[in-house]
């Protein structure tokens, strides 16, 4: 847990703007919900020169978990789309569209195969936004929270292993990863912002949602 705090604090970046409000923070958070705009200077990554296993692994794995996240919160907003927190939910989901296009664009690029376990996580991760959700808005915020710390700490092992390798040939895809990255963690923030840790048997829940994470990252990435 303190490593994913690190990384969290780490990885923060200008997604929110802090005032002082009585004794402590008032955090106001401005999510994007337009579409994710990435442009690049030219890059020696082509699929001659690349080392093809390691990022058809890394390209799958994230296409997964991207679209696991999109269908987390298909669920979410299924259950709670019409109350005050749906807009927020609303907001964080069209930043994972975003994600997930990218990644599918990728996937072209770079003929990467998609996991055979995408309908399992189509129906799993709808369940678990939905699941989560009806526990209240502070259930659909824990998975949340849980989630995004999982993915956003997977996205850090996936840069330590790129900069080992050679940061400038795949400065492309650097900068795609630490852009979700971030974006990941701002919605974990979120989360916490709107009470996630008052969930029920929160604890319990964000453990047995990151293990739940960990195994569709090990398997996605070889299946």
Known sequence: MEVAAAVAVRGLRAGCSRRHCGAGFERKWHLQSKETSLRFCS????????????????IRVDHAGEYGANRIYAGQMAVLGRTTVGPVIQQMWDQEKDHLKKFNELMVRFRVRPTILLPFWNVTG??????????????????????????????NNQIRTLMEEDPEKYKELLQIIKKFRDEELEHHDVGLDHNAELAPAYSLLKIAIQIGCKAAIFLSERI
């Open 43 to 58: 890059t020696r990554m082509t699929l001659d020169n690349i080392n093809k296993p390691a990022i058809d692994r890394i």
């Open 126 to 155: 709808f369940a678990l936004g939905a699941g989560t959700a009806l526990l209240g808005r502070e259930g659909a915020m824990a998975c949340t929270v849980a989630v995004e710390e999982s993915i956003a700490e997977h996205y």
